[in-house]
T-cell receptor, first 110, second 114 residues
């Protein structure tokens, strides 16, 4: 079945630094989604991507749908303490069934 | 607008007991999903409904798990009998007809089976 490899698994950065994480798939997707999960809460949708090559921003967050359709990237600029959490990528092909990555845990040192 | 509502937020029960988790999707959303999250396996899709009809239940672990959606505003996930390995956080999510894949998650129910 489809698998997602999300990296890195964890990141420890200083406040103000930029963050980059990515997701690769074993097969082609036509949808990529990025979610953030805070402790004790459900994942919150950050960005949705529907076209290869698409670059979409949401405030300090920017995500890209890889041209090969097998990868996606999320960048966070000028990180702040509230960016702490677990970031998940998710992808699908056609049907509603999303496949989720294992998550990137972001820790920020003030 | 209210998001996806789940209850209870926390449930502690003893092995063998019946557990019922409840979900109210976002009004107007046509699809509803039940997920389970554990450290070992991450987020797993258990079952999803379109227009109250179960479409894919291939993720349901075994016959002890069942889900219903009697109307567009309510769904339940039942575990009977519960076992310690069922301990996890269970999420409900809903999505509008279009785009199908933008799923909005509830806050989850943390289930502990002793």
């Amino acid at each position: 079945g489809q698998q997602l490899n999300q990296s890195p698994q964890s990141m420890f950065i200083q406040e103000g630094e930029d963050v980059s994480m990515n997701c690769t798939s074993s097969s082609i997707f036509n949808t990529w989604l990025w979610y953030k999960q805070d402790p004790g809460e459900g994942p919150v949708l950050l960005i949705a991507l529907y076209k290869a090559g698409e670059l979409t921003s949401n405030g300090r967050l920017t995500a890209q749908f890889g041209i090969t359709r097998k990868d996606s990237f999320l960048n966070i600029s000028a990180s702040i303490p509230s960016d702490v959490g677990i970031y998940f990528c998710a992808g699908s092909w056609g049907a509603q069934k999303l496949v989720f990555g294992q998550g990137t845990r972001l820790t920020i040192n003030p | 607008d209210a998001g996806v509502i789940q209850s209870p937020r926390h449930e502690v029960t003893e092995m063998g007991q019946e557990v019922t988790l409840r979900c109210k999707p976002i009004s107007g959303h046509n699809s509803l999903f039940w997920y389970r999250q554990t450290m070992m396996r991450g987020l797993e899709l258990l079952i999803y409904f379109n227009n109250n009809v179960p479409i894919d239940d291939s993720g349901m672990p075994e016959d002890r798990f069942s889900a219903k959606m009697p109307n567009a505003s309510f769904s339940t996930l039942k575990i009977q009998p519960s076992e310690p390995r069922d301990s996890a956080v269970y999420f409900c999510a809903s999505s509008p007809w279009t785009p199908w894949n933008e799923q909005f998650f509830g806050p989850g129910t943390r289930l502990t089976v002793l």
